[in-house]
């Protein structure tokens, strides 16, 4: 991490790319909603007014902030980041304060309405809540953005631009706000064909590259050409396939209610026990809830062979790094889990993470997802509700900062992240933060019927991992 978080800046592109553009129409079934939720605690509540002039900062830095999405019915063309001309910031940064004894489990109740609704589609998608009344005099930030305008990575460094990493750094400069410029029909319907111009035309030369590959490798080995293009297809079969039945019996029930709940662990023995098996941090983390899976089951008398999960791949590389938006490939497959030897369920898990991440047809993901755009809005929902809504649960894995972080001089505590469920029986998602791995666990009431018991088998599953450092 750069000891300058706006050393380098973020590129926003004016439209949507075709991933993005998925999961903005795939909405249409509310149950695929992707909306992320972090919740901020800090070490004492801020100034209310400080608060409002760091976001409204914020806004005017990150042009996104102040953009809605506008669409073009008559296009097949993604939709536009347009910025709002009546943009209200006290519409999207608001103040409460947390009912009860302001303890965690308070917070995450109050959280819970919050992550499980959508966004006014006709304003920028993000909102804040600064909440006060914490036990011991804590202060907390719950942000919410929509998935189409980011994935956890970039949202990272989308929140490196409001924290500091001085507690007495200089106060940043107040920016103009972007300016405005909404199009009339005629620059929209323009725009749009200039943008199916350029990008039929680079599939085009992508696809001659690709031919000329292909032909030289056919006349030096026709052979190993036509195993790697069977391949290629069984991969992609494989990333499309319907599976719409979630694995576990248990948890197979769906609704469109959460329930929230956090953990944490420390990075450092989460480390070490995940070198003993050759492994790494995601690996140990994956084992853990793997672990807590089985004995949830265990516990309720219910077999279990194998477990879907999803699992977001980041594709950041050179200048994506520095780009908005997502970069990540939805890998889904299936985990054995019948393993009761933490040694071996490790090994199993590292395996098959590596092959969901090597899979060949996750270079094809942007433009299969050009082509799933073409399709009418409720075929492309039917097609992704057939896929996500038999995920028994899905884990992502974020890399925080390892340096303490500060909002107008207060330190910050954690960072818990919740993912949306999309269709899955529960989201897990960890952020690294300093020394801590903080987990946020979003689940479906209806696949996760007792959460004190569930939670308390995950819990279990991590102490194991945990106990070979």
Partial sequence: MDDDPSATPIHYHHRMSDEDALMWSIEKDPMLRSTITAVVLLDRPVDHGELRRS??????????????????????????????????????????????????????????????????????????????????GRGALIMKL?????????????????FDLEPDAPE????PPPPVHVLNQ???????????????????????????????????????????????????????????????????????????????LPLDMTRKAAKRVGGSINDAYVTGLVRGLQHYHQRHDTPLHDLRMGMPVNVRTGEMNDTAGNAFVPARFEIPVHAQDIF????????????????????????????????????????????????????SNVPGSPLPLYLRGVRVGSIVPFGPLAGAGCNV???????????????????????DSFIECIRLGYDEVLDLA
């Fill in 186 to 264: 005629v620059e929209r319907f323009n725009d749009a064909v200039d943008h199916q111009v350029r990008s039929s035309l680079g599939l085009l030369r992508e696809l001659g590259a690709a031919g000329v590959h292909v032909a030289a490798s056919a006349a030096s080995d026709p052979v190993g050409t036509f195993a790697n293009g069977a391949e290629l297809a069984a991969s992609a079969a494989r990333v499309l396939r319907p599976s719409p039945d979630p694995l576990s019996a248990l948890m197979s029930g769906r609704s469109l209610s959460n329930h929230l709940e956090a953990l944490t």
């Fill in 429 to 451: 998602t960890l952020l690294s933060y300093e020394n801590d791995l903080n987990i946020g666990l979003n689940l479906d009431p209806a696949a996760v019927e007792d959460p």
């Fill in 55 to 136: 976001f409204d900062r914020l806004s005017r830095t990150i042009p996104r902030l102040r953009q809605r999405v506008r669409s073009n019915p008559m296009s097949v063309a993604p939709p536009r980041w347009e910025v709002d001309p009546a943009f209200d910031l006290d519409y999207h940064f608001r103040l409460a304060r947390v009912p009860g004894d302001g303890s965690m489990r308070d917070l995450l109740r109050m959280v819970q309405p919050i992550a499980m609704q959508g966004f006014d589609r006709a304003r920028p998608q993000w909102e804040c809540t600064a909440v006060d009344g914490l036990a011991d």
């Fill in 172 to 175: 940043r400069d107040m920016p």
């Fill in 344 to 395: 071996e369920l490790m090994r199993t898990i590292r395996r098959r993470l590596l092959t969901a991440r090597d899979e060949p047809a996750n270079q094809l993901v942007e433009p299969m997802a050009n082509l799933l755009n073409r399709l009418p809005t409720t075929v492309v929902t039917q097609v992704f509700g057939s896929m996500m809504k038999g995920l028994d649960f899905q884990a």
């Fill in 146 to 162: 929509h998935h189409a305008m980011t994935d956890g990575v970039g949202g990272v460094r989308l929140m490196l631009e409001l």
